[in-house]
C-alpha cells in the first residue's frame, strides 16, 4: 500500500516516507495522523493569533515547529511556506504577507485533516 494521497495532479499530498521504516507500519501512521488532527489546526490558530498581535518570536517558534511537522510528512511547500513565515517574523516584517501565506497553509491543512479524519474513522470503524 503506498501511503502517499495524489491530488488530481498526481502530486502527492503528504507521504510518510521520511520517517522511515516506522513510516510503514499501520499503527505508527495511524498515532501520526491522529496526533496531526489534534495539534495541527490549534497550532496553526496559535500561530495566526501571534500574528495578530506582532508576537514575532512565537511566531517566529511556531512556524519552526510546524514547519517540522510538514517537512517530516513531505508536505514541502507547506514547509516552504512556513519558513517563510518564519524568516519574516525573525525581521519583524510584512505581517500582511505572512497572514496570506498563512492563509494558504491553513487550506492544506484542511484538506489533510479531512482525509486523515476520515482514515481514522475508517479503521474505527
Known amino acids: 500500500m503506498n501511503p502517499s494521497i495524489y491530488a488530481a495532479t498526481e502530486a502527492p499530498l503528504y507521504d510518510f516516507s521520511r520517517l522511515g521504516k516506522l513510516g510503514q507500519k499501520p499503527a505508527f501512521v495511524r498515532e501520526i495522523k491522529q496526533m ?26 511556531v512556524a519552526h515547529s510546524l514547519k517540522s511537522t510538514f517537512g ?18 525573525q525581521r519583524q516584517e510584512d505581517q500582511l504577507q505572512q497572514l496570506v501565506i498563512l492563509r494558504a497553509v491553513q487550506a492544506t491543512t484542511e484538506q489533510i485533516v479531512n482525509i486523515f479524519s476520515h482514515d481514522l474513522q475508517s479503521v474505527a470503524a
Open 36 to 61: 496531526f488532527v489534534l495539534r495541527v489546526p490549534a497550532q496553526l490558530a496559535e500561530l495566526q493569533t501571534a500574528m495578530e498581535t506582532t508576537n514575532w518570536v512565537a511566531v517566529a517558534q
Open 72 to 89: 517530516n510528512l513531505r508536505m514541502d511547500e507547506c514547509a516552504g511556506q512556513l519558513r517563510q513565515i518564519e524568516v519574516l517574523a
